[in-house]
T-cell receptor
Framework: KAGVTQTPRYLIKTRGQQVTLSCSPI?????VSWYQQTPGQGLQFLFE???????NKGNFPGRFSGRQFSNSRSEMNVSTLELGDSALYLC?????????????FGPGTRLTVT | AQTVTQSQPEMSVQEAETVTLSCTYD???????LFWYKQPPSRQMILVIR????KQQNATENRFSVNFQKAAKSFSLKISDSQLGDAAMYFC????????????WGAGTKLIIKP
């Protein structure tokens, strides 16, 4: 079974621009979560989607948004980019109704904002 | 709010020896899950081991085992017979058993394997 894929792997953007990152979960997984990883703040939860519905959202400004499609693929969007948005963005998928909800991660998208 | 603390920013161990990574957490929940994830320099986060809070038996996966002390809110990872491929950042993570699906992460421990 193919793992979680994320595109693009690397991205360089300028302050004020917007960016869209994509995540394809493992086949059969309907839950997709997004995390931001930075050296200063560590790993922080952005949001989680299941069956096209956002179930949870972390403490991030409204510039960060996401969506999930009927095939479980997910995108996240960051508008009006700031230097502090430079980070590794990780996507994870999990299957339900597994009670432990183990999450399987993609390789991440490295976003650099200049 | 739940928190996860990894007090060892960096650990080193000689190849073939045993090392223990510490993790403590704070929660008022009784139903939750704990995980150890490994992130090698390639950046792919990999699940190492998981523990359900309602299980008293410590989880084991080959050379990896945990010491889960629920009352003390401690969840340490023991790596036996350390190998060069074990070198990575190790993250402890917590998830509640309710409908909140996010993982709460520790700051991570960098594990160095000395040949």
């Amino acid at each position: 079974k193919a793992g979680v894929t994320q595109t693009p792997r690397y991205l360089i953007k300028t302050r004020g621009q917007q960016v869209t990152l994509s995540c394809s979960p493992i086949s059969g997984h309907r839950s997709v979560s997004w995390y931001q990883q930075t050296p200063g703040q560590g790993l922080q939860f952005l949001f989680e989607y299941f069956s096209e519905t956002q179930r949870n959202k972390g403490n991030f400004p409204g510039r960060f948004s996401g969506r999930q499609f009927s095939n479980s693929r997910s995108e996240m969007n960051v508008s009006t980019l700031e230097l502090g948005d430079s980070a590794l963005y990780l996507c994870a998928s999990s299957s339900e109704p597994e009670s432990s909800y183990e999450q399987y991660f993609g390789p991440g998208t490295r976003l650099t904002v200049t | 709010a739940q928190t996860v603390t990894q007090s060892q920013p960096e650990m080193s161990v000689q190849e073939a020896e045993t090392v223990t990574l510490s993790c403590t957490y704070d929660t008022s929940e009784s139903d939750y899950y704990l995980f150890w994830y490994k992130q090698p320099p390639s950046r792919q986060m990999i699940l190492v081991i998981r523990q359900e809070a309602y299980k008293q038996q410590n989880a084991t996966e080959n050379r990896f085992s945990v010491n889960f002390q629920k009352a003390a809110k401690s969840f340490s990872l023991k790596i036996s017979d350390s190998q060069l491929g074990d070198a990575a950042m190790y993250f402890c993570a917590y998830r509640t058993g309710d409908s909140n699906y996010q993982l709460i992460w520790g700051a991570g421990t960098k594990l160095i394997i000395k040949p």
